[in-house]
């Protein structure tokens, strides 16, 4: 069954929360918007493609694009600690702890800090398909509150 409760989907925002900080997802995206590059989930790709875009546009002035030392270094940084693989994992692996299925949309959760909930809540799903599930639940001993 698709649905998840108010406290599921706080347990799963608050593993996006310690795997991603939106300021710094933002930042990041829009860096590589800005020089024509694609944001991916590897990290090792990430931090690659930053070092490419900074050696690409780099001068011995600091003044071309606005690279600033700091800036190399934060953009750099998030690249290289932001690890949206391992976050989409534990989010996955949540959801089906939940669920007992792999409908959960977790890589669009985790890049969206918007993320619609709505085909999720359990006012959405069929209330006899929610019951069945709450009572298969209790059986096994996870019951979903």
């Known amino acids: 069954m698709n649905y998840l409760t108010t406290t599921e989907i706080n347990d799963l925002k608050a593993i996006r929360a310690t795997y991603i900080v939106n300021a710094d997802l933002t930042e990041i995206t829009d860096f590589y918007k800005k020089y024509g590059y694609s944001f991916t989930n ?9 070092y490419k875009i900074v050696f690409n546009n780099f001068d011995s002035s600091r003044n071309l694009n606005g690279f600033t030392d700091a800036k190399i270094l934060k953009v750099y940084t998030i690249a290289k600690i932001m690890d949206l693989n391992a976050c989409i994992k534990a989010v996955t692996d949540k959801a089906f702890l939940y669920q007992h299925e792999y409908v959960f949309e ?5 890049l969206d800090n918007n993320f619609d909930f709505t085909a999720y809540l359990v006012a959405s799903n069929d209330p006899s398909q929610v019951a069945k599930t709450n009572a298969i639940n209790v059986s096994m001993g996870t019951p979903r509150v």
């Open 42 to 50: 590897d990290k090792a790709i990430n931090t690659e493609r930053v």
């Open 106 to 110: 977790s890589e669009k959760f985790v």
